[in-house]
Protein backbone atom coordinates (compact mmCIF):
# COMPACT_ATOMS: atom_id res chain seq x y z
CA UNK A 1 0.00 0.00 0.00
CA UNK A 2 2.71 2.15 0.84
CA UNK A 3 5.42 1.29 -1.49
CA UNK A 4 8.10 1.14 1.12
CA UNK A 5 10.66 -0.85 2.32
CA UNK A 6 10.53 -2.40 5.70
CA UNK A 7 13.47 -0.48 7.22
CA UNK A 8 11.44 3.12 6.12
CA UNK A 9 8.16 1.38 7.34
CA UNK A 10 9.83 1.04 10.99
CA UNK A 11 11.64 4.61 10.59
CA UNK A 12 7.85 5.42 9.51
CA UNK A 13 6.53 3.96 12.85
CA UNK A 14 8.43 5.72 15.38
CA UNK A 15 7.10 9.11 14.12
CA UNK A 16 4.12 10.92 15.79
CA UNK A 17 0.60 10.49 13.90
CA UNK A 18 1.94 7.19 11.79
CA UNK A 19 -0.30 4.41 13.18
CA UNK A 20 0.73 2.07 15.94
CA UNK A 21 1.58 -1.67 14.83
CA UNK A 22 -1.03 -4.58 15.58
CA UNK A 23 1.53 -7.42 17.16
CA UNK A 24 0.53 -10.86 16.86
CA UNK A 25 4.27 -12.26 18.12
CA UNK A 26 7.56 -11.30 18.11
CA UNK A 27 8.20 -11.77 14.48
CA UNK A 28 5.04 -11.11 13.21
CA UNK A 29 3.42 -7.43 12.99
CA UNK A 30 0.91 -5.89 10.81
CA UNK A 31 -0.62 -2.41 10.75
CA UNK A 32 -4.49 -1.98 10.39
CA UNK A 33 -5.69 -1.02 6.61
CA UNK A 34 -7.96 1.73 7.43
CA UNK A 35 -5.21 3.38 9.89
CA UNK A 36 -2.55 3.37 6.92
CA UNK A 37 -5.85 4.56 4.72
CA UNK A 38 -6.26 7.31 6.77
CA UNK A 39 -2.77 8.23 7.23
CA UNK A 40 -2.08 8.47 3.32
CA UNK A 41 -6.02 10.63 3.73
CA UNK A 42 -4.39 13.22 6.34
CA UNK A 43 -0.73 13.32 4.29
CA UNK A 44 -2.50 14.76 1.15
CA UNK A 45 -4.32 17.22 3.13
CA UNK A 46 -1.38 18.84 4.50
CA UNK A 47 0.35 21.88 3.01
CA UNK A 48 3.25 21.70 1.72
CA UNK A 49 6.01 24.17 3.36
Given at each position: M???TK???W???KQDGFPLPVR???KT???RA????QYIA???CEPLP
Open positions: LRVRTLRMAFSRVRWAEIQALQ
